[in-house]
């Protein structure tokens, strides 16, 4: 495979249930982010990791945790979801440094019931 | 704070015709700019990127777009729509975060094209 993975592509949770989205980059990478993409809204920007160390979290409710375990691989663990989390969940991965584009995956499409 | 703002949420233009989606961004120095297109149901897919030197861009699918200083603007331009350009397109500017790159988007314009 190459590129951005991101799995599940569609996910519907009850709000107590937890879950997790995942997110496998094959370019070699080592900078990833979360972003969430909300109907009539600009893209957020949730959280970076470069290095795997984690460099933003761009004011994100507790409720949301990410994890970076390698370069490679990136997750998003969520509990105690709102109906207003429902979103596209986007993940991207770029090299370090400026100017870098940054290639995105196809999404998770998160519905809270 | 960097910052795009994308005046048109909504264009539609025929199969053949011309194309230009707005873009005005504000950032403190140099900016390094990009324009992303997403179909429905897909991730972003970059089209282009402006860094330095010349100020008119060529990008995929047929696309360009010029940075204008000036004006604080990066347009993205095509001669002639195809059916299949029909999409989201935003329009981002970057900066550096502890080495990663930081992206900040404008809210996108919706491309509708008329057979």
């Known amino acids: 495979e190459t590129g951005v993975t991101q799995t599940p592509r569609h996910l519907v949770m009850g709000m107590t249930n937890k879950k997790s989205l995942k997110c496998e980059q094959h370019l070699g990478h080592n900078a990833m982010y979360w972003y969430k993409q909300s109907a009539k809204k600009p893209l957020e920007l949730m959280f970076v990791y470069s290095l795997e160390e984690r460099v933003e979290n761009n004011s994100v409710p507790s409720r949301f945790s990410p994890e970076c375990p390698n370069s490679s691989h990136l997750f998003l663990h969520l509990h105690t979801l709102q109906p207003e989390d429902s979103a596209l969940y986007l993940c991207a991965s770029s090299q370090e440094g400026m100017g870098q584009p940054q290639h995105f995956g196809d999404g998770t499409r998160l519905s809270i019931l | ?115």
């Open chain 2, 1 to 115: 704070a960097q910052s795009v703002t994308q005046p048109d949420i909504h264009i539609t233009v025929s199969e053949g015709a011309s194309l230009e989606l707005r873009c005005n961004y504000s950032y403190g120095a140099t900016p390094y700019l990009f324009w992303y297109v997403q179909s429905p149901g897909q991730g972003l897919q970059l089209l282009l990127k402006y860094f330095s030197g010349d100020t008119l861009v060529q990008g995929i699918k047929g696309f360009e777009a010029e940075f204008k200083r000036s004006q604080s603007s990066f347009n993205l331009r095509k001669p002639s729509v195809h059916w299949s350009d029909a999409a989201e397109y935003f329009c981002a500017v970057g900066g550096l975060i502890q080495g990663a790159q930081k992206l900040v988007f404008g809210q996108g314009t919706r491309l509708t094209i008329n057979p």
